[in-house]
């Protein structure tokens, strides 16, 4: 039983979500208890925006694997973890830019994706639901095991003397602006990958009816693999942005994890502009909780909207639209 | 030479089905906990085989196989997943450490005002999710998500002692001394039986429960519950007992922890990783068996323990667990209970290939 770990990782959770707002530019979050004036708001609201495109970004994967397969994927944010330390690694022991780094952190995760399905989701596809939650759990300790014991629990940092700019008055950190960029890029890309190609269709077909699928001739093994794969891929990419603008450490994935599943349902299962939607709506509850509510208090809220999701439309914000 | 051993396995397997089957086993293995920590100091050829077992991870051992024996009743009885079962866990050890330091209560009292106020967290959790349908991975993230509700609230509420939480109050500070009575005691071994004796009351309440009209009703429940609810059995009604049954019980393990580590905090007992070592036992052991909670517990926790011990790694333990869960759900769903039944399967088949071979 070791606590200690356990315990270290919540006070760093906690630590983490208070340097949010200080690493979005400099503010001091619970300095403002007089009403807001518009120059503040503003800063929020582009806090808000950058924060929530990168929660959308993280339940991108999520929403995919969860809307094809139906398996909640609880190693999502494990593996943005392995795909983090990869890339610090590998820009540190390479000196390249750690953007030119990020395809590689792609085609890394992907195939640990497809490895991971081969060997723990296949066999147990159509079995009970939870079978599959356990073992994704299962490897969420063992990837996020390995990651402490070849890197320890300490945080750490990718300096990339990035700093931030003004526009209008308003704070944009350089990182998290990047950040947003990226997950647009692969917003846009996973959607004409979807829509346009013929994996991409398959993929959504078996989305809308497993059976259906495979009586019209879709290799459905063939096609959860690739989904697997691809959402392992875009764990990846959001791994790979988070040090762009935030120091990390091994358990940095459980708290993006717990969030983009509210994300998740909160846009709709296998929705990605829900997923955009939800990622929003979570950052705006978190930057302007952090704002004006003490300590994490934010974060009960989440919990209550995502419960009230849950309870009165558990197809979620922009759910019924499963087509990708 | 299959034989003397395919006719003892044959020979459980008749035991096993007998009425009286279950209950001797668990005498059985209820008296080698009871003896489990005399065991630790016997030396065979001048090894102790057990030594390296600490009283501490036995009483751990015990502490997460009671969790698992009351998850497994609402979980494994009637199916519905949970994964948020330190919120029960949690209630229980706050209401008893709060209680007794603020109200001067007696830690007993605590704990079953904890365990009446886990039940009604429960209740609230099933009468939001079970009355708007929630079922399977939805049920399961709702109850993470009540979990990680309190893990936040108690983290920011000063009241109930914010992120540093609880110090245990001394004994003396509300009884006469260590005992008992005050739930506290000098050293580790009467906590070990203190939490044996709750382990076998669970277990006992899960044994009746199994053999009861009501366990059917709830078994029913888990196989088909629309069939279940068209035969007549109110199944809303009985998925809020199961509900509030087992948070009732979870606290219970809580309250342990509360009274024997010296302070709690949100983070230690509402954290994800409780809920998974709540059901983890059950897993390993078998999903929905009297014997399983308590068999799994005996084997992950202690191959942990073992495993952290050989090589000293912080975080090696936990990727113990990660290779338990998924080897037993990829391997053997049923768990380790199954075993003795999956090899009676396998000497039959075995025996029949080989008669077939003579002929």
Not at chain 1, 136 to 146: E, N, Q
Not at chain 1, 184 to 213: C, E, K, P, S, Y
Not at chain 1, 265 to 273: A, I, K, N, T
Not at chain 2, 271 to 282: K, Y
Request: hydrophobic content about 55%.
């Amino acid at each position: 039983m070791d606590w200690c770990f356990a315990s270290s990782r919540g006070e760093w959770i906690a630590s983490a979500v208070m340097a949010v707002p200080s690493q979005l530019g400099g503010l001091d979050a619970t300095v403002p208890l007089s009403l807001p004036g518009p120059a503040i708001l503003a800063q929020y609201l582009v806090f808000a925006v950058l924060l929530g495109g990168i929660y959308g970004l993280v339940a991108l994967g999520l929403t995919m694997i969860f809307g094809v397969m139906d398996v909640i994927n609880f190693a999502h944010g494990a593996l943005m973890v392995v795909a983090m330390y990869a890339l610090m690694t590998a820009s540190r022991m390479s000196g390249v830019s750690p953007f030119l780094l990020i395809p590689l952190a792609i085609a890394l995760l992907f195939i640990l994706g497809v490895g991971i399905y081969r060997a723990t989701i296949a066999p147990i596809i159509d079995a009970p639901q939870e079978n599959q939650l356990i073992v994704t759990f299962g490897v969420l300790l063992i990837l996020t095991s390995i990651v402490q014991i070849l890197f320890g629990s300490d945080p750490q940092k990718l300096e990339l003397g990035l700093g931030s700019f003004r526009v209008a008055g308003v704070f944009v950190p350089e990182g998290q602006l990047y950040a947003l960029i990226i997950a647009v890029i692969a917003l846009a890309a996973t959607w004409l990958f979807l829509q346009r190609t013929m994996v991409g269709r398959a993929i959504r077909g078996t989305a809308d009816n497993r059976d259906g699928a495979q009586y019209v001739g879709i290799d459905v093994p063939r096609v959860d693999m690739l989904t697997f794969g691809i959402g392992a891929a875009l764990a990846g990419l959001a791994g790979a942005v988070v040090p762009l603008f935030q120091s990390i450490t091994p358990s940095l994935g459980d708290q993006y994890l717990i969030n983009a599943f509210v994300v998740v349902v909160l846009g709709g299962l296998g929705s990605f502009p829900g997923a955009f939607v939800g990622g929003l709506v979570i950052g705006f509850i978190q930057v302007f909780g952090l704002a004006f509510l003490e300590g994490s208090t934010y974060q009960i809220l989440i919990f209550l909207v995502f419960i009230l999701v849950l309870l009165v439309r558990p197809e979620g914000l922009l759910g019924g639209a499963s087509d990708g | 030479m299959g034989d003397p051993l395919r006719s003892a396995v044959e020979r459980y397997a008749r035991f096993r089905t007998q009425w009286y089957g279950l209950p001797t086993l668990l005498v059985v293995v209820f008296s080698f906990l009871a003896v489990l920590p005399m065991l630790r100091g016997v030396s065979l050829l001048g090894v102790s085989p057990l030594g390296w077992l600490s009283l501490n991870s036995i009483i751990l051992t015990l502490v997460w196989a009671t969790a698992a024996q009351a998850w497994n009743i609402m979980s494994g009885y009637t199916g519905q997943f949970s994964f948020g079962h330190a919120a029960f866990f949690g209630i229980g050890a706050y209401a008893t450490i709060l209680l007794t330091a603020d109200f001067g209560l007696s830690p007993w009292v605590g704990m079953l005002i904890g365990s009446l106020l886990a039940a009604g967290y429960g209740l609230l959790i099933g009468v939001l999710t079970f009355r708007y349908g929630l079922e399977g991975h939805y049920f399961g993230l709702a109850t993470l998500a009540f979990a990680e509700l309190l893990r936040y609230l108690f983290n920011n509420l000063a009241v109930l002692g914010g992120a540093s939480g609880f110090f245990k109050p001394l004994p003396r500070e509300y009884a006469s001394g260590p005992g008992l009575a005050a739930f506290q005691f000098a050293t580790d071994l009467p906590y070990y039986y203190v939490i044996l004796g709750f382990l076998a009351l669970v277990s006992v309440v899960s044994l009746v429960i199994n053999r009861s009209q009501l366990g059917y009703y709830l078994f029913a429940i888990r196989e088909r519950e629309t069939a279940a609810s068209a035969v007549g059995i109110p199944t809303f009604r009985y998925k809020l007992l199961g509900i509030s049954v087992s948070a009732f019980f979870t606290a219970w393990p809580g309250a342990f922890w509360a009274m024997y580590f010296n302070t709690i905090r949100p983070d230690t007992v509402f954290d994800l990783l409780v809920n998974v070592e709540i059901l983890l036992p059950a897993i390993v052991g078998g999903v929905g068996t009297v014997l399983g909670p308590i068999l799994g517990s005996l084997i992950a926790i202690p191959a942990s323990e073992f495993v952290r011990q050989s090589f000293e790694i912080p975080g090696v333990n936990n990727a113990v667990y990660g290779i338990i869960l998924i080897a037993i759900v990829l391997y053997s769903p049923r768990g380790v209970v199954s075993w003795p039944s999956r090899l009676v399967e396998l000497l039959r088949t075995r025996t029949a290939l080989l008669s077939d071979d003579v002929r």
